[in-house]
């Protein structure tokens, strides 16, 4: 599973973990990403998003035909 999200597109981040002595090296912050399964009731089907724990929060929020116009909009095949 890739790391980014399909609704926000927020992907992984790099940069440097500097230890005491101030020695750094390389490291990366990944994103919480889930794997959700929504029923879309216009297309009578399950669709499996892959969310941030925070995009999960906006399908809550905004409902999940929405969430998926976006998701389209975006460019991403469901």
Known sequence: ???HCQLTGVKPVFGNT???SHRRTRRRWDPNIQSRRYWLPSE???VRLTLSTRA???VD???VEAAVARV???GERI
């Open 44 to 46: 009578n089907r399950y």
């Open 56 to 58: 999960i929060k906006t």
């Open 18 to 20: 500097v230890s005491h």
């Open 1 to 3: 599973m890739s790391a």
């Open 72 to 74: 389209r909009a975006r």
């Open 61 to 63: 929020k905004i409902g």
